[in-house]
């Protein structure tokens, strides 16, 4: 397992370059999926644009207006806190490498970076307003293309993803919350995909209707890439061995894969980053183990997020019903994760004495909301463009 990108790059290629330990592999791997992802969503947004589809907008906004006392406030507390953090950094890298999320959510840092980095954005801030100032601010009309939405939708999509995974996660890990719940709230472990995709999603939706976007054409857009961005997210899953592993897996590789690794199969996650080590843990969870090895969900999940990706980008052209392929998302990604569910290590909820986890409960929603869709979508898809 390579829990940081020196780890990777390490072993990959023998380089050893100290800075890489400060780059997280599941947090780097999130970073390229979001990057993936906004790159898939500004193409469709251009494309629905010449479309037809989506239209540009109109905004009114100041010119040559000096920021408020406010605004100078916030860019202060902001280039406070990044300067704070990265001299400290600098100063004490060999510490800070040994746990760099710890540093992160710590009160450590350098009290003198920290005043220089809030000079260096307030006076930046002062430079700006003075560069673009107007003998007198006046509020002008612009137009705002679909593809200007890309990088708050991003934010948005970061922020609200990251809030709802965690709380979401929290929520299912009850026990785990109530013993630490500074440190269940606030580490970097611990992620719920389909909270995040709730949250996120309600938090982009308002967006869109405040800025007059169509909703039914922008999950369209949206949706293909959150599916590429999930399956790359679940590649930094594997690598680093976060945790997201199935059940335990001791039986032999079937001679039909014997032209694969064997960690497609079964594995144990060596050196992964939680430090955990399977045969153990499986032991105390009451699993029954001989050779600690466990299935690789994961990597399951990443080929088939990919296939479905696959699947959709091949077929957003086709699909010229407005909300069609939001459908079709829903269907085959409720299928995805409620199949990788049952080999997949979860808390479960008894419900009328029957276990089900936190995910198959959103899986099998999302089946049937896919399913209702693409039995009506034909009749009321074109009602929905209104929205």
């Known amino acids: 397992m390579y829990p940081t990108l020196y780890d990777l790059v390490l072993?990959?290629?023998?380089?050893?370059i100290p800075p890489f330990k400060l780059v997280?592999?599941?947090?780097?791997?999130?970073?390229?999926?979001?990057?993936?992802?906004?790159?898939n969503l500004a193409a469709e947004l251009r494309r629905k644009e010449r479309e037809g589809l989506i239209i540009p907008t109109k905004k009114m906004v100041w010119m040559g207006k000096k920021a408020s006392p406010l605004e100078m406030v916030i860019s202060g507390i902001i280039g406070f806190l990044v300067?704070?953090?990265?001299?400290g950094l600098v100063l004490n890298f060999d510490i800070v490498a040994l746990n760099p999320q710890a540093y992160i959510l710590s009160t450590d840092g350098n009290l003198l970076g920290g005043l220089l980095g809030a000079a260096f954005s307030v006076g930046t801030r002062i430079y700006e307003d003075r560069k673009n100032a107007l003998p007198e601010p006046k509020e002008v009309e612009i137009t705002v293309k679909p593809n200007d939405h890309v990088s708050t939708i991003t934010i948005l999509a970061a922020v609200f993803g990251i809030l709802g995974a965690k709380i979401f996660h929290n929520l299912e890990n009850w026990n785990e919350l109530m013993a630490d719940p500074m440190g269940s709230l606030l580490s970097f472990s611990g992620m719920s995909f389909l909270g995040g995709f709730i949250c996120a999603t309600a938090a982009i939706w308002y967006y869109a209707r405040k800025n007059n976007i169509p909703?039914?054409?922008?999950?369209?857009?949206t949706l293909p890439g959150l599916m590429l961005a999930y399956g790359i997210g679940r590649?930094?899953?594997?690598?680093?061995?976060?945790?997201?592993?199935?059940?335990p897996n001791d039986a032999p590789k079937p001679e039909w894969m014997?032209?694969?690794p064997d960690w497609m199969w079964s594995y144990n996650y060596p050196n992964n980053v939680l430090g955990i080590d399977l045969k153990t843990d499986f032991a105390q969870m009451g699993y029954q183990s001989l050779t600690g090895y466990a299935w690789p969900t994961p990597f399951y999940e990443t080929v088939m997020a990919?296939?479905?990706?696959?699947?959709?980008?091949?077929?957003?052209?086709?699909?010229?019903?407005?909300g069609q392929l939001a459908s079709w998302y829903l269907l085959l990604s409720g299928i995805e994760r409620l199949l990788i569910e049952q080999i997949r290590i979860n808390n479960e909820y008894i419900i009328f004495g029957f276990g089900i986890t936190q995910a198959e409960?959103?899986?099998?929603?999302?089946?049937?909301?896919?399913?209702?869709?693409?039995?009506?979508?034909?009749k009321i898809g074109p009602k929905l463009v209104k929205y």
């Open 24 to 39: 997280q592999s599941f947090g780097m791997m999130v970073a390229l999926a979001f990057m993936a992802a906004s790159m």
């Open 215 to 221: 909703l039914v054409h922008l999950t369209d857009a």
């Open 83 to 87: 300067g704070y953090k990265f001299v």
């Open 361 to 378: 409960i959103i899986s099998s929603v999302l089946i049937i909301l896919g399913l209702v869709g693409i039995f009506t979508i034909k």
């Open 235 to 247: 590649i930094g899953c594997q690598i680093a061995g976060d945790g997201d592993w199935g059940i």
């Open 258 to 260: 014997g032209f694969l």
């Open 11 to 16: 072993d990959l290629f023998g380089l050893s």
């Open 306 to 322: 990919l296939c479905i990706f696959g699947f959709l980008w091949a077929m957003r052209k086709r699909w010229t019903v407005p």
